[in-house]
């Protein structure tokens, strides 16, 4: 089963940047979507980006102005590029689709394995 594979998050400083990525591990038929979601211990995960085929873009309000979602639509890739990062930025990231993989009938729901974002002085 096709996974998504999810690189980048760490370690910054408040006002530092970041960069998220995540790809397939298989070959991609369709995407209708793309996006990153986040989560601390103790509350809902929480839509941070969500950028479509057709290059629409959402952002949770937080985050205008200093997070940008990218897709490269070739690779099925999404990436997430974060700016002037907040202690309130830190969670684990987990990246999202809805695709459809090559050799498959159905969209499908797709969820990364989640990478660690911690900003702190």
């Known amino acids: 089963q096709v996974q998504l594979v999810e690189s980048g998050g760490g370690l910054v400083q408040p006002g530092g940047s970041l960069g998220l990525s995540c790809a397939p591990s298989?070959?991609?038929?369709?995407?209708?979507?793309m996006g990153w979601y986040r989560q601390v211990p103790g509350k809902q995960r929480e839509l941070v980006a969500t950028?479509?085929?057709?290059?629409?873009?959402n952002y949770l309000d937080s985050v205008k102005g200093r997070f940008t979602i990218s897709m490269d639509n070739a690779k099925a890739t999404v990436y997430l590029q974060m700016s002037n990062l907040k202690p309130e930025d830190s969670a684990t990231y987990y990246c999202n689709a809805v695709m459809r993989p090559s050799g498959t009938s159905n969209l499908g729901n797709y969820w990364g394995q989640g990478t660690q974002v911690t900003v702190v002085t």
């Open positions: 298989g070959s991609i038929f369709r995407v209708v979507a």
């Open positions: 950028i479509f085929s057709d290059g629409r873009t």
